[in-house]
């Protein structure tokens, strides 16, 4: 009734313990994704913390598909020696889906413009990145704009970021790309240094499917519906409680 969006997949919580609501959600979204896989698609995923819970319980198709790559949404080595795990995640999905993959070797964000057209231009980028904007199949979680973020935890971005991106008015994140309660771009200086698909370019996919898990994603979430980002959500009981809570607030 709220949002323009094709499917919404709610995990009953039958506990109060995010562990579980997370397990469930992800097992929902891994089960749909292998029944609509098919021959020589590309499934472009992002990274963090939900990412990586989906890749462990991912389950193959019931019969094989031929042809398939799996290739990351947007940039993400870090400078921490926390790493990002992507390449695991997407060694998880490549054997699950017998397909093969293909990783961003940059960070998510670099110092300024220059250096990112720069990047981009590098064959190896170039072809990953074609490749993104190729796949019909997203799969990416929604992030809050948070000291919690994954992205301070892995020193994609600091503390004094993220306040400036919030104070911008940004609420959350799809693949480093910073949106506020409207949906609209938040362009505070890092869309233009970030290496990954655009959301403009993200919207043109068949399947959009975003997860998240947590009633603090809430704003995050009605601003990713807002922006029209979603062919699918996967989220729990609790945070889609919170969500209609948070639409009352905001009278939307």
Request: hydrophobic share 40%; net charge negative; proline share 2%.
């Amino acid at each position: 009734k709220h949002f323009d969006i094709e499917h919404v997949f709610v995990a009953p919580c039958y506990v109060d313990n995010a562990s579980i609501c997370m397990t469930d959600t992800c097992k929902m979204l891994a089960e749909d994704l292998s029944r609509i896989v098919s021959d020589n698609d590309i499934i472009s995923v992002s990274w963090g913390r939900t990412i990586e819970h989906l890749s462990s319980l991912l389950v193959p198709p019931a019969t094989r598909k031929k042809d398939i790559k799996i290739v990351q949404l947007n940039g993400s080595i870090a400078t921490s020696v926390l790493s990002t795990k992507t390449a695991g995640l997407l060694e998880k999905f490549t054997q699950v889906y017998s397909g093969v993959g293909y990783m961003i070797a940059a960070p998510a964000f670099v110092d300024d413009e220059r250096i990112a057209n720069e990047i981009k231009r590098d064959s190896r980028i170039r072809l990953v990145l074609e490749l993104a904007r190729e796949a019909n199949i997203a799969v990416f979680s929604i992030g809050q704009t948070s000291e919690n973020s994954v992205l301070v935890e892995r020193a994609t971005l600091t503390v004094e970021n993220i306040k400036a991106l919030r104070d911008a008015g940004a609420v959350g994140d799809i693949c480093t790309r910073f949106f506020d309660i409207r949906g609209d771009l938040v362009d505070n200086g890092y869309n233009a240094r970030t290496i990954g698909i655009e959301l403009h370019e993200l919207k043109k996919k068949k399947y959009r499917i975003g997860i998240a898990v947590g009633a603090e994603k809430a704003d995050a979430i009605i601003g990713a519906l807002r922006g029209g980002y979603l062919t699918s959500l996967y989220t729990d009981e609790i945070t889609a409680q919170n969500v209609l809570k948070r639409c009352e607030e905001y009278n939307l």
